[in-house]
């Protein structure tokens, strides 16, 4: 079992920056790709970003590419979401989940079924 904890999310005007903190218990952190994930009211769970597990490879929705930028810190078991430049339609709860080998496939690896620990969620508010 993998517990995720999510921090950082909050309150913040058009055009400001957040960053948003998500650590792993266990030894095997190193080991996973890791995601985040958002939610909007009514909206299914989007897939925002995807690290590999030494932090050599990024992925990005287009929708975030260029304001976003994911980050870890594998002796800390931490990753990081630098989100610049936020819209309002950045607006949603933000999950962090984790991806332990045997990982997911390119089919799957930025959807929520190719993740197999979540954590809980940090909200996040633009305001225009």
């Known amino acids: 079992q993998v517990l995720l904890q999510e921090s950082g999310g909050g309150l913040v005007q058009a055009g400001g920056s957040l960053r948003l903190s998500c650590t792993a218990s266990g030894r095997a952190f190193n080991t996973y790709h890791m995601g985040w994930f958002r939610q909007a009211p009514g909206i299914e769970r989007e897939f925002v970003a995807r690290i590999t597990e030494n932090g050599g490879t990024t992925i990005y929705a287009d929708s975030v590419k260029g304001r976003f930028t994911f980050s870890r810190d594998n002796a800390k078991n931490t990753v990081y979401l630098q989100m610049n430049s936020l819209k309002p339609e950045d607006t949603a709860v933000y999950y962090c989940?984790?991806?332990?080998?045997?990982?997911?496939?390119?089919?799957?690896?930025?959807?929520?079924?190719?993740?197999?620990?979540w954590g809980q969620g940090t909200r996040v508010t633009v305001s225009s």
């Open positions: 989940a984790a991806d332990p080998p045997p990982y997911a496939t390119v089919r799957n690896e930025n959807s929520v079924g190719g993740y197999d620990y």
